[in-house]
């Protein structure tokens, strides 16, 4: 009796190892082959595009391609700049015909959101979601990230199956399927009216609690400094755009925000002389141009687009474009 129920345990422990060392087999074999799919199929801007435009939710429904003149925008929303970078370094990686780089500036880049990108649940689930393809375990090693969700997103993405770039290769013989990349967005303003009335101190209050005198967003910063001397390495030039915010809004900022914003602008124009910043933070007064505090409607699109695509084309040398 003894031996027999010996026996079917050990049978059965056997067999819990041979599975787990399948699975450990197959796993390793998904996350290689998921790795080769990632770096064959990349992203690759269109061949015409000369002007390629990259960030947050400002640029995503702030500058319409289809205005200025051979440009792509791959914005999405919430996008900091820690993402951006590793984005253009894996999009980039291959030669493209990308000859100006535009992506956005705002002191809201140094609220309480861009230091929680990774650590808040319901943002992290939907940052994993778009960078699996080009970011690696030791790269979350810098930021504070929620390690649940992490585990989970490895799982999903870098392990398992990956349905989606399968997709892309049967893309490739098939082009009426289409490719999709997560970490790829793309313009789309919708006009909508804008409100009677805001609350601007209410709105402020959600980004810069009162009372709080901290300068979030440090570590997202280093990598707005990665994205300038990656790009101008790549021989592209750097156009930092400051995103127009209502004139109320921007007047209820907290002061050492307002005034380490304007530090890292000036910062920026002394060390990178051959980047270009175009400061529109202040200039659109006219309330019809946005669709709330922050963001452009599509009347403001059209008006910010149109003013950096006649800057573009008026300049033989974008690197002596001059902020306004």
């Known amino acids: 009796m003894y031996n027999s129920n010996f026996i079917r345990h050990f049978k059965i422990i056997r067999r819990a190892i041979i599975f787990l060392c399948l699975f450990g087999v197959l796993s390793i074999g998904t996350y290689f082959l998921n790795t080769y799919i990632f770096r064959k199929y990349i992203y690759s801007p269109p061949s015409q595009a000369e002007i390629l435009i990259v960030g947050d939710s400002f640029v995503a429904s702030g500058l319409d391609p289809n205005i200025i003149d051979n440009s792509v925008n791959i914005g999405m929303a919430q996008e900091p700049w820690v993402?951006?970078?590793y984005k253009l370094k894996y999009i980039l990686?291959?030669?493209?015909?990308?000859?100006k780089l535009l992506f956005p500036y705002s002191p809201l880049y140094f609220s309480k959101t861009y230091d929680e990108v990774f650590s808040d649940k319901n943002i992290s689930q939907e940052m994993y979601s778009r960078i699996y393809p080009f970011l690696n375990?030791?790269?979350?090693?810098q930021f504070e990230y929620n390690k649940t969700v992490f585990a989970e997103g490895f799982l999903r993405y870098k392990i398992f199956p990956n349905f989606q770039y399968i997709g892309n290769i049967l893309s490739r013989i098939l082009p009426i399927i289409g490719a999709k990349y997560p970490y790829i967005g793309k313009y789309g303003s919708a006009f909508a009216p804008p409100p009677l009335t805001y609350d601007y101190r209410a709105e402020v209050e959600k980004a810069?609690?009162?009372g709080d005198q901290k300068i979030y967003g440090r570590a997202n910063l280093q990598y707005l400094d990665s994205i300038i001397h990656f790009i101008h390495k790549k021989n592209i030039q750097p156009i930092i755009v400051g995103f127009p915010v209502h004139r109320e809004f921007y007047d209820v900022l907290p002061s050492h925000i307002v005034n380490?914003?304007?530090s890292v602008k000036e910062t920026l124009c002394k060390e990178y002389p051959f980047a270009s910043f175009l400061d529109y933070t202040t200039s659109f007064e006219n309330h019809s141009l946005f669709r709330n505090t922050t963001h452009l409607n599509l009347a403001g699109a059209e008006k910010l687009s149109g003013l950096l695509n006649s800057i573009l084309n008026e300049e033989g040398n974008v690197s002596s474009l001059k902020g306004d």
């Open 83 to 85: 993402i951006s970078y």
């Open 93 to 99: 990686e291959d030669d493209t015909n990308i000859k």
């Open 137 to 141: 375990i030791n790269d979350y090693e």
């Open 208 to 210: 810069f609690p009162s």
């Open 260 to 262: 380490f914003s304007d």
